[in-house]
């Protein structure tokens, strides 16, 4: 047995004394074991197109953004910051802020509380589980107008499904018309969008809990723990990376929620769904105020990464607290 040990020591020296000269031959450079110089030259094309297709245009966008340029006419002026005083004045940044605000939190804690249900619910030895998980994904291959033109009709007022169903059931069908409220249409949009996506939520947590230890679970039950103490003491804190990846997707897709407002509302009633993304494209296609637009694209920009930064200080904070 000391034989052995002093043969893989013997061979850990050598290559220890092969590794100081090639470090010697490279210049000291340890990135140079890796990828020789040569082989910066496969990278060009990559930062090439990341500078035409993404920097390029971000630079673009903040020059318009002080511009009058309505995105056909290219003889425009320069105006300065009234864009962006216009936007803070008329209000409309506001309002678009606190609607998408809404939404995320709305699609956030929707999609996590049902995805985790859901996911504890079909993570037990049951018959038909692959059925009923494959049932539960399903709406997430759609295309978002095709849920959107689905849902639409189910809200429709007096004849939509829901409001036959009412009917059927002896209540007046008549006066449903959520999408046409002003109080409830961004809500009725904000469930589509659960509805859509609360699958792949749950695929995620699912993948989240099989990783889980069974001899943990077993301990926890041994000791006397009940569903909920084992849901809270050893469950949630093992997929604490997995809420994590869902709560960020989640309000990835609130921040840049469109489809909805676009298929279901056209940002109506009045401006009740109007989100940050549609707010974008109303102004700049519809208003043909490119310039404008581009303000308020930069505005949302820095509100999104605001948000982003507060969103993951919370988050850290909790992973560190569960």
Do not use: H
Not at 84 to 109: D, M, P, Q, W
Not at 160 to 167: H, V
Not at 182 to 198: E, Q
Not at 218 to 224: F, N, P
């Amino acid at each position: 047995m000391n034989e052995f040990y002093d043969y893989l020591q013997s061979e850990t020296e050598k290559g220890d004394r092969k590794l100081s000269r090639i470090k010697k031959k490279s210049g000291g450079n340890d990135i140079s074991l890796v990828m020789p110089k040569r082989m910066y030259f496969f990278i060009v094309p990559a930062i090439a197109l990341f500078l035409i297709f993404w920097i390029f245009p971000v630079l673009q966008l903040f020059y318009y953004s002080i511009t009058n340029f309505n995105g056909i006419n290219y003889n425009y002026d320069f105006v300065g910051l009234d864009n962006y005083i216009r936007l803070f004045k008329e209000g409309t940044l506001a309002n678009s802020i606190k609607n998408t605000l809404v939404y995320a939190i709305i699609i956030v804690i929707g999609s996590n509380i049902i995805g985790l249900a859901m996911a504890m619910a079909l993570d037990v030895k049951i018959k038909g589980k692959t059925f009923f998980r494959t049932a539960t994904f399903i709406p997430a291959l759609f295309s978002a107008i095709v849920v959107g033109f689905i849902w639409s009709y189910v809200y429709m007022p007096e004849s939509g499904m829901i409001a036959t169903l009412l009917n059927f059931i002896g209540l007046d069908g008549s006066k449903f018309n959520l999408l046409g409220n002003y109080k409830t249409a961004l809500y009725g949009i904000s469930f589509v969008d659960i509805w859509k996506n609360v699958g792949t939520t749950m695929i995620i947590y699912l993948a989240g809990l099989q990783t889980i230890d069974t001899s943990l679970l077993e301990a926890g039950r041994i000791d006397g723990c009940s569903d909920w103490q084992l849901l809270r003491k050893v469950k949630l804190p093992l997929i604490t990376s997995t809420i994590t990846i869902n709560v960020i997707l989640n309000v990835i897709a609130g921040l840049k929620a469109f489809d909805y407002s676009f298929i279901m509302t056209n940002g109506g009633p009045g401006k009740s769904t109007n989100t940050l993304m549609f707010t974008i494209y109303r102004i700049a296609f519809t208003d043909q105020m490119m310039g404008k637009a581009s303000a308020f694209s930069v505005a949302s920009f820095f509100v999104i990464i605001l948000i982003t930064i507060f969103m993951l200080i919370f988050l850290n904070k909790k992973e560190v607290d569960l």
